[in-house]
């Protein structure tokens, strides 16, 4: 029974940091974080191999987010720095056993998914 609960959501001022983190069953192959704002399809943010810890970044957040996980724990973090207005959205968490490279951000290559925290990013 795979399980993922993400929490560290918060309203912050631009130009602030949250963390959040993402409590899984298990750590699989492939952790993402995925984020929607409302009206918005769901993109992917960052993505890491369990294993190996390489991670991935959409090119919005590059250079701003970092993706870890702790394996003694099964957690997985979003360091999230120098917030804008524009990451304002639900943040997700979610896992796949197997994924194509094609698919490291998108949607369709994973198959479990938290429930989502808040990230709310003011002027």
């Known amino acids: 029974q795979m399980q993922l609960v993400e929490s560290g959501g918060d309203s912050v001022q631009a130009g602030g940091s949250l963390r959040l983190s993402c409590a899984a069953s298990?750590?699989?192959?492939?952790m993402a974080w995925f984020r929607q704002a409302p009206g918005n399809e769901r993109e992917g943010v960052a993505a890491?191999?369990?294993?190996?810890?390489?991670?991935i970044y959409a090119d919005s957040v590059k250079g701003r987010f970092t993706i870890s996980r702790d394996t003694a724990t099964n957690t997985v973090y979003l360091q999230m720095d120098n917030l804008k207005p524009e990451d304002s959205a639900i943040y997700y968490c979610?896992?796949?056993?197997?994924?194509?490279?094609?698919?490291?951000?998108?949607?369709?290559?994973?198959?479990?998914w938290g429930q989502g925290t808040q990230v709310t990013v003011s002027s």
């Open positions: 979610a896992a796949a056993a197997h994924i194509s490279p094609r698919q490291h951000l998108e949607q369709a290559g994973y198959t479990f």
């Open positions: 298990q750590l699989r192959y492939i």
């Open positions: 890491i191999y369990s294993i190996s810890g390489s991670t």
